[in-house]
């Protein structure tokens, strides 16, 4: 991954993003709650913090930055997303973008939500 798309994802909006997450996970017939919850999993947000972080358009840079706290769990997320494996992305802040965009990806292909938050 270079460091040019790396700094273009630093700066994207994550309310630009959220949507899409939601769209995926509804497709396959998941819901909004389950992507919501994935995302305080996640990141330690909660209902309120993650709606301020959507209206004030907040980048994913900031948006990781800020979180209260990243699950002790993360280390379990393993596995291929975009062509790379999460378990082997050298730059952090990608590399939790990546995790969020793996968790969907289970939701979306049916993952139960307990094995999907590594319970």
Known sequence: MNSNNNT??????????YPHYIQKAEKKGRTKAEVDEIIFWLTGYDKETL?????????????FTQAPQINPNVSKIIGVICGYRVE???????????Y??????????GKVIDKILRK
């Not at 082997?88 to 990546?98: A, N, S």
């Open 8 to 17: 273009r994802v630093y700066k994207m909006s994550f309310a630009g993003v």
């Open 51 to 63: 709606q301020q972080h959507i209206d004030n358009k907040t980048d994913f840079e900031t948006f």
């Open 88 to 98: 082997e992305i050298e730059d952090q802040l990608i590399q939790k973008v990546r």
């Open 100 to 109: 969020l965009d793996k968790l969907i990806d289970e939701l979306a292909k």
